[in-house]
């Protein structure tokens, strides 16, 4: 059971960014965040890793009780495709700060902290989408999440570079649309959009900051931005279903998390999408944080095999 009054260190390593909490119990000791990085699995990966982590723990306010720490819980990016790396990056966490270490995929932790644990179905729409669900058994079944260049479709970054591409198409002579009055807050002229693209230092996340740009104009009634919208839900209701499709007997139940959805009219929309394909939406309990942190307070949780203690993936 989790100890009410562990004092941990909690992270989530991501690509675009590296956040990090000390808590003890539910109460929220200090916070730091910074840049992201490239993932776990990428040549240096676990130093690389290792290294951000420990430069956003420099930056927590003075004070804290970092030596009374009792875990570390650690959601990053790239553990699905290294699972060696992975426990390489929890050795060097465990070996650093003398408490055992939990690493986790970025999904498996927002997963974690959605149902708190329990098996079911997640939706995280944020710059990427994907479908994370956990059977009885613990195994996970996933849908998408493939990355910008074969993947992620109804995302942050696919709602806005479909935006951009109906601001270059009206350009062109296609349908008019207010989002070229959006794009001209980025560039004089749209002929300057592919330029601004490949200069930006991150292009998929320069995308996903286009997409609240789409849905305002789709709230206000804009037909090119109110397909864009529509498409996206209909495509993120695909994935649920085809994460959810091994789900026994019981209609499909899944919580959603990331930016995306936390846009009112967008979770609107996509509920109704959801309710007309028989998919019930429920309350996320937590975050991917809050999955970190369950996995450094709780052993033989039923995604036990996915999380990385120590250097293995054995609870011990």
């Not at 539910?26 to 840049?35: F, M, V, W």
């Not at 676990?46 to 875990?71: H, I, K, W």
Request: aromatic fraction near 6%; hydrophobic fraction near 45%; include cysteine.
């Amino acid at each position: 059971m989790e100890a009410r009054n562990d004092v941990v260190l909690i992270a989530d390593v991501g690509k675009s960014r590296c956040r990090v909490e000390l808590r003890r119990g539910s109460e929220l000791l200090g916070a730091a965040d910074q840049h992201g990085f490239p993932g776990v699995h990428v040549d240096n990966g676990p130093a690389l890793a290792f290294d951000l982590l420990l430069e956003t723990v420099s930056q927590l306010p003075p004070g804290l009780p970092l030596d009374s720490l009792t875990g570390i819980g650690a959601a990053v990016a790239g553990v699905e495709a290294s699972a060696e790396k992975s426990r390489e990056l929890a050795v060097m966490l465990a070996q650093r700060f003398s408490v055992p270490a939990a690493v986790l995929s970025d999904a498996t932790a927002a997963q974690l902290g959605a149902l708190q644990g329990a098996p079911g179905t997640t939706l995280i729409v944020g710059t990427g989408a994907v479908a994370f669900r956990f059977d009885d058994a613990g195994v996970l079944h996933r849908a998408d999440g493939w990355g910008p260049y074969l993947g992620d479709r109804g995302s942050g970054r696919w709602i806005g570079q479909q935006g951009l591409q109906a601001v270059l198409e009206a350009y062109d002579g296609g349908p008019a649309t207010s989002l070229s009055a959006a794009a001209a807050a980025l560039v004089e002229s749209p002929e300057r959009l592919p330029g601004w693209l490949a200069e930006s230092e991150n292009p998929y996340r320069a995308m996903a900051r286009f997409a609240p740009s789409v849905l305002s104009a789709a709230e206000a009634g804009d037909a090119v931005a109110n397909g864009i919208i529509s498409e996206a839900c209909r495509i993120l209701t695909h994935t649920v279903q085809l994460a959810a499709g091994g789900d026994s007997g019981s209609a499909p139940r899944v919580a959603l998390l990331g930016g995306v959805v936390s846009s009112g009219f967008f979770a609107g929309l996509l509920r109704k999408s959801f309710a007309s394909a028989g998919i019930e939406v429920v309350a996320p309990l937590g975050d991917g944080l809050d999955g970190a942190a369950l996995a450094a307070t709780r052993r033989g949780l039923l995604q036990e095999r996915y999380i990385h203690r120590d250097g293995t993936n054995r609870p011990h």
